[in-house]
């Protein structure tokens, strides 16, 4: 099965910097590739995702890019701000339909940004 | 829309003992998961179903019943709790084959003494 490397699992950055959160996936039929944002005692929330067919993304001071060739993809944020700090996660998944469906997930890094 | 919802939010079960956590969604959404939770092993998926009357297996599913009577709830059971089933537990919801996003409930934790 698919397997998610995330790194590092704990970053601390100052206010106004950026911040990188890289993972690696094991299986090569993975299509699909989002990032998601706990915020401690809250449930998970989608931030960004990109799919296979698109090397980069960007949401405002979100982005994430895509190299299938390696198998790695990374989430970037620019300009941080107190409020970014959370436990993020990436996942990859095979198939968005049918019995295929399964995200696994990455085991997490907290990002703390210091005011 | 209420979203996804769980209940309990907090449970304290002794080992042996068996509960139901719910899940219900009222979003008319096809495909429902669980996840289990724990410190620095990130999501891990329980069990899914893509639709009423289908379920499947997921990373973890051992220990866990499921059922998908209908397409607004997806119950999971223990049968027979073991501390190692200590765990925040998240229930989510995507429309359908062709949305990507999921949705997660507020999650329930449970502890197993």
């Known amino acids: 099965g698919e397997n998610v490397e995330q790194h590092p699992s704990t970053l601390s950055v100052q206010e106004g910097d950026s911040a990188v959160i890289k993972c690696t996936y094991s299986d090569s039929a993975s299509n699909y590739f989002p990032w998601y944002k706990q915020e401690l005692g809250k449930r998970p929330q989608l931030i960004i995702d990109?799919?296979?067919?698109?090397g980069e993304k960007k949401d405002q001071r979100i982005a994430v890019t895509l190299n299938k060739t390696a198998k790695h993809f990374s989430l970037h944020i620019t300009e941080t701000q107190p409020e970014d700090s959370a436990v993020y996660f990436c996942a990859a998944s095979r198939s968005l339909g049918g019995s295929n469906y399964k995200l696994t997930f990455g085991k997490g890094t907290l990002l703390t940004v210091n005011p | 829309n209420a979203g996804v919802t769980q209940t309990p939010k907090f449970q304290v079960l002794k080992t042996g003992q068996s509960m139901t956590l719910q899940c219900a969604q009222d979003m008319n959404h096809e495909y429902m998961s669980w996840y289990r939770q724990d410190p620095g092993m990130g999501l891990r998926l329980i069990h899914y179903?893509?639709?009423?009357?289908?379920?499947d297996q997921g990373e973890v599913p051992n220990g866990y019943n499921v059922s998908r009577s209908t397409t607004e709830d997806f119950p999971l059971r223990l049968l027979s709790a073991a501390p190692s089933q200590t765990s925040v537990y998240f229930c989510?919801?995507?429309?359908?084959?062709?949305?990507?996003?999921?949705?997660f409930g507020p999650g329930t934790r449970l502890t197993v003494t």
């Open positions: 989510a919801s995507r429309p359908d084959r062709s949305s990507y996003e999921q949705y």
């Open positions: 179903s893509v639709g009423a009357g289908i379920t």
């Open positions: 990109i799919r296979s067919n698109v």
